[in-house]
């Protein structure tokens, strides 16, 4: 989730949000060239105040938006905090991995101060952050806190596969959410412009956790390479460890796009899994809940 992301919604549920502004083309130029001097903290002030200006308030659609994306970036900071304090992956979580991870733990908490900062600048009391349960416990039927398939020798805050597994499987799931959003925006090119831009970004956060996997080997299933992209609809991780993060991953192995069937389109040899490689498929927010509430005491 991210700011683009919140943007679309918006947009879906008020299609004249831009024109209550200023027109679209010169209210996304203002915004892009705002972004690219001013701090991040800053951002959601002069966000609020476009918003306060079209609507006069905050609108139940806005801040439910906005509600729902600081609850998964609560969880994706908290997750990578964690992991850096600790003391079980220490040994493991080093050089240039620790470097990697500690950036991407420094976007998702600027994430969480952005939205925050966003909602207090629409008047708006942002939701406090939840308890988390990353044993994956919580669930409905679940065994409870810390009682779940990941903890013990299993936590990712143990055991560095486990760790790397679950990160990807945060960063995967993200894209797809991301991308699930991204429909309501192909009127506006210069919206889509800027969401398939910061789509790019999230995108290259998940190549790269799929990578130190790749270089690690840990939890890959035997004959399984991992790739900075997902093939069919496998998640790369091993058993007993993929049960619980297969819903990621579900429905990509679509190969019709567009009504059309690529594999072997136009006479090019394309087979299904490099057909399936070409697309990520979108996840609606009742599927982005349903697979992060384990997490959620």
Known sequence: MNLQNIISEIEKNDPEVFEK?????SAMKGFSNFAGKAALASLPFALGGMFKKAYGGPTDAITDVLQFALTLEYLEAEYYN????APGLATT?????RGAIQTIADHENAHVTFLKNTLTALGTTPGTKPTFDFSAGSGPGGPGPGLGPLS???SPFTNYAVFLAVAQTY????????KGQAGALIPNNDVLTAALQIHSVEARHASHIRQMRRNTGLAVPAGVTVKPWITLKQSGVAAPFDAYVQASYNGEELTTQAGA???????????AEAASEAFDEPLDKAAVLAIVDPFIV
Do not use: F, K, M, P
């Open 152 to 154: 013990g020798a299993n």
């Open 93 to 97: 979580l080093t050089g240039a991995a």
């Open 261 to 271: 069937n690529i594999i072997n389109i136009g006479g090019q040899v394309i087979t």
């Open 171 to 178: 960063e995967d799931t993200g894209v797809r959410a991301y």
């Open 21 to 25: 502004i200023s027109t679209r083309r």
């Open 82 to 85: 964690q992991a850096l304090l």
